[in-house]
Each structure stands twice: as structure tokens, then as C-alpha cells.
């Protein structure tokens, strides 16, 4: 493995730590698809003649193993849907589940399963871990045959119950990677009773806005007559890729350049100085503890960065907190229009045989259904696939009404770019982002930190032995 150069001292540790935590790598023949936003019409690629030939005779009394990344409520709900599976579908195939616990722990599994030359015949793993894996060992099936097949395949119906965005996320050059399983997204959680009372009469829709209104809420602790508090109030930071992306989302920042990520642009860097401008005026600061729900929830932020997952945590802390706020679930600030950016794993086949593609296939499409779906989204409170599927999961709005705000979100979803490298980058925005609060950054090395970024980022994804 190569170890990343250090091209400027004033950001060794950036360096250092992305040599330690280097991923898969990939090769220079990467798909980049642009950012693109919800509302914004995609041309389906060509359908191919499906070529599916298997005996359904053949089925009968077939295994196919589901590996799955999901713990806690998920994992129970998968558990229950495939004894469901098992018991009632008309094929006789019978489905065994392996739940290493979580996506890093499944790419684990998964390697180490190729190695025994015996691979799950389902995973569920986001679209750029399965560029990956089809860059090394070529096993990812193609499913546009599967949808496509008078026989086998999914009605316009079935499709329909999805955002084109998503379900356009698993396809690169035509080729069906996987069907949408799950999305997460980042999410504004904004405390609206607090935020009232402090006069504010607009929600931070933009970041001009945003910085406002943190920078006040920052300057009100420091005269509340308690010192223990100076300096909190507003943006709880957090540096996860997720969390950046967005932030160069909100500027305008398209980083996906043909064959290639390019963060060195005005736009990136126009990000980089707004963020560190919040942490140089107070504005915005840096937590001890690991999670941010009992900040919030004793009025120590006004508002933090999110998960949907944080949805049902963030809602325990208020409650212990015996907090009466009314808080909410907002779509990220930005001068050209708020959006919320959503990523999460797809259900691919992995098997090696037709007749076992054919009964990994049935299994996916029955998991697909619009009712579980629903489910999924009830148990982890996470993204519906789409408007339609919405209903399927209404009730959560009694218990959870953020997450009914965050429904309203869908067609505002944008997604990253569906690349190999996706992962990689990720770990340069992170760390860049450490580099940029941890160090007491000067903002006139931030057009420096950003071609460094590039640096990395090619260094990750250049072919090693």
C-alpha cells in the first residue's frame, strides 16, 4: 500500500491519517454521475432483451444466503420478512441469513467469503462498494434483464413506488448494480421553541441565514451570567463525509469531473472558509462527548447535523431531558435551493449460477415490495424510496413527527455521485474537515488544504499490488 506524500506541513496529520485508514482501491475507469436533484427527469437506459432460461422446477429446495449490514429493530424485522419468505414462497426456496452487524463488518465478511471461494448470493451494500467489488472480482449481476423480464421481472407499478433519483442511483452505463434497500439522509435538527423565543422569524434556508442565527444564539450564552456555556449555542460540529459533502453541495460545488473528483474549485473552497469563519466567530463549536442528543436537547445547540437513524435517539434524549421543545427536521440551507442528500445499501446479486441468480432475483423482488419497504422505513426510521411509499409508513408521524417532515423532503433528495471512489472521498472530506477544526486552520491555507485534498484522493484510488 502506498503511503499518502506529505506536500505541506502545516497539514501532516491530514496526511498521516488517511495512510491508516485507505480503503479498497480502485482504477481509473470510474462512472462519475453528476449531483442531480429529485425533480430532475432521468433517461432510463436501453432495456435489453431478457435472456432469463431457468426451469422453475429447478428452484425447488434451493439455498441462498442474504447477507445484510443492519442490527437492532432492522435485523429483527429482516429476520421475521425471510421466515416469511421461507414458509409461504411458491418456489420452495429457502433463504439463510448472515448479520455481520454492520457495513464495514458485511465488506469484511464479503472479502473474506471470496477468498473461500463461497460468496453470499444477496448482500445489501451501497452503489460504490458494489463498483468496487465488481472492479476486483467481476461477481456483481447485472439486474436490468431480472426487472426487465415478462416473467420475472417488476410492472411499472413496482417502479414507480420509487424517486426516479433513487431508483436511477444503482444503474452506471446500464448496468443494474442493485434495487434500492434503505436510505439515509443529513438533516438540519432545529430547535423551533428555542429559536422563537430568540426572535427568530425565518427557518435557516439559506447559509447566510443560517450563520445569523448561530452566531447569535453563541453571543447570547456568553451573557446569559453562566461561563460553563461560553462558546456553545451554535452549529455543534461534526466531520462526517456525509455532513461536508453537503456543506459543498450548499455552495454549489459539483466535484464529480468526468473520469475524476476535483474538490480544488472556487466553491469548495468558498465552503471550507464559511465553515471555518463560524468556528473562528464563535459561531459554531467542537463537542467532548461522542453524541450530540443531550446538547440539544438542553438547549446547548441550536442545531446539529443529523442522521434519520438520530431521529428516534434525538427523541429519548429530549424526553429524559423533560424538554417541552418543539423541534424540527430541516433540509440543508443553500443559495440555490435546500435539498437533502440521501445515500444507503441496495439488494445485489452475487451468485454464480443461473438458476441461483433466478432464486436470489425472487427473493430481492419479493423484498422490494412496496409493503416492506414500508416496514423498513417504520423500524429505522429511515428515507421512504419514494412519494408513494409514503403511506405505507404514515404512522410514524404519531410517534415521530420529524420524520413526517423529513417524507415532505423526497423531492429534494440529490445523491453523490455513484463511483468506486465514493468511499475514498468520503474519507478525504472527513479528514480534511478534522484538519480544518482540530488545528486552529489558518483560512489562508484553505486553497492549499483543497489541492491536497485532490492529491489524496488520487493517491487513494491508484491501482496497488
Not at 202 to 210: C, G, K, M, Q
Not at 302 to 314: F, I, P, R
Not at 394 to 401: C, G, K, N, R, V
Not at 428 to 447: C, G, H, K, N, Y
Request: net charge negative; aromatic share 10%; proline share 6%.
Amino acid at each position: 500500500m502506498k503511503i499518502i506524500k506529505i506536500l505541506f506541513p502545516i497539514i501532516l496529520c491530514f496526511g498521516s491519517l488517511l495512510a491508516g485508514c485507505v480503503g479498497p482501491s480502485t482504477t481509473g475507469s470510474e462512472k462519475f454521475t453528476p449531483i442531480a436533484s429529485a425533480s430532475t427527469a432521468t433517461e432510463n437506459p436501453p432495456t435489453p432483451t431478457p435472456t432469463i432460461k431457468v426451469d422453475p422446477a429447478n428452484l425447488k429446495g434451493i439455498d441462498i444466503v442474504f447477507m445484510y449490514p443492519w442490527s437492532g429493530n432492522v435485523q429483527i424485522l429482516m429476520e421475521s420478512l425471510v421466515d416469511e419468505f421461507n414458509t409461504n414462497n411458491e418456489w420452495g426456496i429457502h433463504i439463510t441469513t448472515n448479520a455481520p452487524g454492520s457495513a464495514s463488518a458485511l465488506t469484511q465478511a464479503v472479502s473474506l467469503d471470496l477468498q473461500n471461494f463461497a460468496p453470499p448470493d444477496v448482500i445489501a451494500a451501497p452503489i460504490d462498494y458494489l463498483l468496487r467489488l465488481n472492479q476486483t472480482e467481476q461477481i456483481v449481476t447485472n439486474l436490468t434483464p431480472y426487472v426487465n423480464s415478462p416473467e420475472w421481472g417488476l410492472t411499472a407499478d413496482d417502479i414507480s413506488y420509487y424517486s426516479d433519483i433513487i431508483w436511477q442511483q444503482d444503474v452506471v452505463d446500464g448496468f443494474r448494480y442493485g434495487i434500492p434497500a434503505q436510505r439515509t439522509a443529513k438533516v438540519l435538527f432545529y430547535n423551533k421553541t428555542w429559536a422563537d423565543e430568540l426572535g427568530f422569524t425565518e427557518l435557516p434556508t439559506t447559509p447566510e441565514i443560517f450563520e445569523q442565527q448561530v452566531c447569535e444564539v453563541s453571543g447570547k450564552m456568553k451573557l446569559d451570567g453562566t461561563t460553563a456555556n461560553d462558546g456553545m449555542g451554535g452549529w455543534l460540529i461534526d466531520y462526517d463525509g456525509l455532513t461536508v459533502a453537503s456543506w459543498f453541495q450548499a455552495f454549489g460545488s459539483d466535484y464529480s469531473k468526468g473520469n475524476s473528483i476535483t474538490f480544488n474549485n472556487s466553491s469548495t473552497i468558498s465552503a471550507l472558509k464559511y465553515l471555518r469563519g463560524l468556528q473562528a466567530n464563535d459561531c459554531a463549536w467542537l463537542s467532548s462527548k461522542p453524541a450530540p442528543y443531550d446538547y440539544f436537547a438542553k438547549r446547548q445547540t441550536l442545531v446539529y447535523v443529523a442522521d434519520l437513524e438520530d431521529l428516534y435517539q434525538q427523541t429519548a434524549a429530549q424526553t429524559l431531558a423533560a424538554s417541552t421543545d418543539e423541534w424540527m427536521a430541516l433540509p440543508f440551507p443553500s443559495k440555490d435551493g435546500q435539498f437533502i442528500l440521501a445515500q444507503g445499501p441496495s439488494y445485489a446479486v452475487l451468485s454464480t449460477t443461473e438458476t441461483k441468480k433466478l432464486a436470489a432475483w425472487l427473493f430481492v423482488r419479493w423484498m422490494s415490495n412496496v409493503d416492506h419497504q414500508g416496514k423498513i422505513v417504520k423500524a429505522s426510521g429511515s428515507l421512504p424510496l419514494g412519494n408513494k411509499s409514503v403511506q405505507y409508513a404514515i404512522e410514524l408521524e404519531d410517534s415521530l413527527p420529524q420524520w413526517a417532515q423529513v417524507a415532505d423532503m423526497i423531492d429534494l433528495v440529490k445523491v453523490p455521485p455513484s463511483i468506486a471512489g465514493w468511499r475514498n472521498a468520503e474519507m478525504v472530506m472527513e479528514d480534511a474537515s478534522w484538519q480544518l477544526f482540530r488545528t486552529d486552520f489558518p483560512m489562508e491555507q484553505i486553497p492549499d488544504l483543497v489541492k491536497m485534498m485532490d492529491q489524496t484522493y488520487s493517491e487513494l484510488n491508484v491501482d496497488t499490488p
